[in-house]
């Protein structure tokens, strides 16, 4: 550990991985005053500005050349200036919704921390919705996450989520529909529980995709502010249909650091596999739920030789089958005639899929891995951090992302296999 004495009014830059402890005196970080004897943990691939609100003494751990002085404040001051119009503008009883629009590094998050410590102390509940399934911060990739905080916040990731609403990949490419029922999903929760809600949104921002994505996001939430983070003009394109009084203009800190795609992957295995630290293995009966996302369960069970499962699907559909092995065209000749189109699926390609563990509601109740369907038994072996009642456990929804046991990336399912 080495110890620094920072004098009031200074600026200091603490790169990660780093952590700190302040032993006397009182620093800001990212808009949330920090005093004796609390600790910030910086973690790869982020920075932090400290801001010197009283002569203090830090202890630190990290690189010799993580810590340096900055000639002033990283914090413009239209940020501030932001969050007093806000809570002037805000109704009461109403939500103010703010959308945060950015190309890819920046800062997005780092301003959506800042803005909501600002407004906790103006408003009193302020919900951030993480957008950002490749890059989150708030639980794990793969799902939206939601926090309603009460009091200020420095690292997002630290924070355990209030809600979450699983994408199920990391990017809503292939997913555009559960992206606009998990974003409606969410701002009624934070209509329900908070005075604000902060939208953090995805660097795709370009494109027959990324147009269409950000127009869908903004038609659905009607805003009552658009931020944007743009270095010269790449977003003006996504707010030509808003009026002026609706959008603010923020240039894109030169602290902004861009995050190389290894750096991206170390940081979202390490927060998936902080999620899944303490997860176990539990069994959850066919009968018990309802499948979403999925044809699996959702048919008329069908007997067939050669098949560990099989079932009759609506309509024109025809028939999944479920096989140890390829199928066969020798297999299939004792089957009846109107099955249909077939829809084979091997056995065992299952493992590994992210999936989503729903309440009676349609509420998720945590995330977890699939281990196995076992067809012997009609049940599923799900590994996830879920502590609740298993008896609440109404329905389980398939992603597409595939992960270890640990929690790291393997591999990926298309949309609609089984």
């Known amino acids: 550990m080495k ?65 340096s002085r900055m000639e002033g404040s990283s914090i413009p001051p239209e940020w501030d200036q932001l969050a007093d119009r806000i809570a002037r503008e805000r109704m009461a009883g109403k939500l103010y919704k703010i959308i945060v629009l950015g190309e890819v590094d920046t800062g997005k998050t780092f301003f959506s921390t800042y803005l909501a410590n600002r407004l906790i102390d103006k408003l009193g509940r302020v919900a951030i919705l993480d957008c950002d399934t490749g890059q989150s911060d708030i639980g794990p990739p793969g799902a939206f996450g939601m926090l309603v905080l009460k009091k200020p916040a420095i690292f997002l990731t630290e924070e355990t989520p209030t809600h979450l609403y699983m994408l199920g990949a990391h990017s809503p490419g292939l997913h555009f529909l559960p992206a606009m029922t998990g974003l409606a999903t969410m701002v009624r929760k934070a209509e329900a529980e908070a005075d604000a809600l902060i939208i953090d949104t995805t660097g795709w921002v370009q494109g027959d995709g990324g147009r269409a994505l950000k127009k869908a996001k903004l038609d659905l939430v009607d805003p009552d502010l658009v931020i944007l983070m743009q270095r010269l003009n790449e977003l003006e394109h996504l707010v030509k249909h808003l009026p002026p009084a609706r959008i603010a203009r923020l240039p894109v800190s030169k602290k902004a650091s861009p995050t190389s795609q290894m750096e991206r992957k ?71 005639t109107d099955l249909g189109m077939i829809r084979n699926f091997i056995a065992g390609e299952e493992r590994g899929l992210l999936i989503a563990l729903l309440d009676a509601g349609q509420n998720c109740l945590a995330l977890g891995r699939l281990e196995e369907i076992d067809f012997l038994n009609n049940q599923f072996r799900i590994r996830t951090p879920y502590k609740g009642s298993l008896e609440s456990v109404a329905g389980i929804q398939f992603g597409s992302l595939k992960l270890t046991e640990k929690g790291e990336e393997a591999g990926f399912i298309e949309p609609g296999s089984f």
């Open 3 to 67: 110890t620094c004495t920072l004098q009031k009014s200074e600026f200091h830059l603490l790169i990660g991985p780093a952590e700190f402890t302040v032993k006397s005196g009182l620093v800001e970080v990212i808009g949330a005053r920090t005093g004796p004897g609390q600790r910030v943990v910086v973690p790869l691939g982020k920075r932090v500005p400290i801001a010197v609100l009283e002569d203090a003494v830090i202890e630190y751990e990290a690189r010799d050349d993580a810590l």
């Open 266 to 336: 170390a940081l979202r295995e390490m927060v998936s596999t902080r999620y899944f630290k303490e997860a176990r293995v539990i069994t959850i009966p066919f009968r018990q739920v309802f499948t979403d996302r999925c044809y699996f369960l959702t048919g008329t069970p069908l007997t067939l030789e050669g098949t560990l499962h099989a079932e009759r699907l609506s309509g024109w559909e025809g028939t999944l089958v479920i096989t140890s092995g390829p199928l066969l065209p020798e297999m299939t000749k004792s089957w009846p």
